[in-house]
């Protein structure tokens, strides 16, 4: 990792505070409202069980704001791939050039992913599961489809989204006499039925795949099975989210008035909602963030249209920066907050209250200790992005 100074010319200001948007978010661990949320008196007040509700990964099937985190930030590796490479053609770089950057920052967020995940006592064996790792592994084959146009990027997406469904699908399900809880699924899980058993959580085929790939690795113990019910194969799917990214960030790119690209963007986020809402619906496939289904792929990637449009409307269509700068500062910096945020929260949060009180979280008030001390290291952190902005370092892979 690098530190370069760079100029702001030629960025998509929108797509800047869309990720800040999204990295403040992740870096925010769900602003401790799960823990407000479950202590009286907040416990009986019906916004704070919401906003919890918004702020916590759903068991399994469906989604709320805190599932679309990764999605957009995926969904955003392809818009940016579209501005990042046009430019570097534009300085000069042969296709081999840039070609053999994409291998090399697949190779560095691959391995930066896995060191994350082994940081502390979280992870003590490799994992191909963060969000950092999943994006290295389809990155290159990212790359392959630059400029390709719409025509053959969709049909990628398609063939993708397809095969995933079908090895799903034709995988065979588990005996009638199967215990669930030998992949870690309790018996009160939300399990699907039907057609759906096929993306039960720890039955499916990539929970197969990896009970054969993990353990090719040193291990501790022989891996059996994910606690959360993710798997190393998340990368195919959702390499198809990152497509559309792709092809949102050629449109955006394209000569014309911004109100009609604003335009084609919310109403092609209205076909990629309705079609997942529908494949799941109608119970063609379910829609599970954890295993990134087709129908999830659809609908979160529709979601992340229309979350880009909102910002595309205000700060580049209606000319109106200044209200995206603030969020701006962390998206030009979003590997290094990610990093920040995924290393340093507890240390941040231990030195404020070593310098200003060990009960400077409870001054708001008793049982809002999580959402104060996770303001305050959010602060912290964004405090840290402005310093670099203001003197134009900018880090990246």
């Known amino acids: 990792m690098s530190a370069q100074t760079v100029a702001n010319r030629e960025r998509l200001v929108s797509l800047d505070a869309y990720r800040g948007m999204v990295m403040l978010a992740m870096a925010s661990g769900g602003f401790g409202l799960e823990q407000v949320a479950a202590r009286p008196p907040y416990s ?43 430019r570097r053609q534009a300085q000069g770089h042969s296709y081999g050039r840039m070609f053999g950057h994409a291998v090399w920052r697949s190779i560095v967020l691959v391995l930066l992913g896995i060191f994350l995940m082994s940081n502390g006592a979280r992870q003590t064996n490799f994992t191909f599961v963060n969000v950092l790792t999943q994006i290295g592994l389809g990155y290159t084959l990212l790359f392959l489809l630059w400029g390709r146009g719409t025509a053959v990027q ?114 092609f986020g209205a076909l990629l909602v309705g079609s997942g809402y529908a494949l799941d619906y109608y119970q063609i496939c379910p829609a599970v963030k954890r295993i990134w289904t087709p129908s999830w792929a659809l609908y979160s990637g529709g979601w992340a249209c229309w979350m880009l449009a909102g910002f595309y409307a205000v700060i580049d269509c209606l000319g109106l920066r200044w209200l995206g700068l603030p969020l701006a500062v962390v998206g030009m910096n979003s590997i290094l907050i990610y990093v920040l945020a995924q290393l340093s929260t507890g240390w941040i949060a231990r030195s404020l209250q070593t310098h200003f009180g060990q009960q400077v979280f409870s001054l708001a008030g008793e049982g809002l200790e999580p959402l104060v001390r996770s303001a305050s290291v959010l602060l912290v952190l964004w405090l840290l992005c402005v310093w670099l902005y203001r003197r134009k370092l900018f880090f990246k892979i």
């Open 154 to 267: 969709f049909t990628a997406v398609l063939l993708i989204l397809g095969a995933t469904w079908a090895a799903f699908y034709f995988y065979p399900l588990p005996p009638a006499d199967f215990d669930p809880r030998t992949v870690g699924v309790p018996p009160d899980f939300p399990t699907l039925h039907g057609i759906g058993a096929h993306w039960n959580k720890n039955t499916n085929f990539a929970a197969a795949v990896d009970r054969e790939f993990l353990n090719w690795f040193p291990r501790e113990q022989p891996f059996l099975y994910n606690d959360g019910g993710y798997q190393t194969l998340n990368f195919v799917p959702s390499l198809a989210t990152m497509i559309l990214g792709l092809m949102i960030g050629e449109s955006l790119r394209a000569p014309g008035s911004r109100w009609v690209r604003l335009l084609g963007l919310a109403l």
């Open 44 to 86: 009986d007040q019906p916004i704070w069980r919401f906003l919890a509700e918004q702020f916590t990964h759903v068991p399994w099937r469906g989604g709320v704001f805190w599932d679309m985190i990764q999605p957009s930030f995926m969904f955003m590796v392809g818009v940016s791939m579209a501005w990042s490479y046009a």
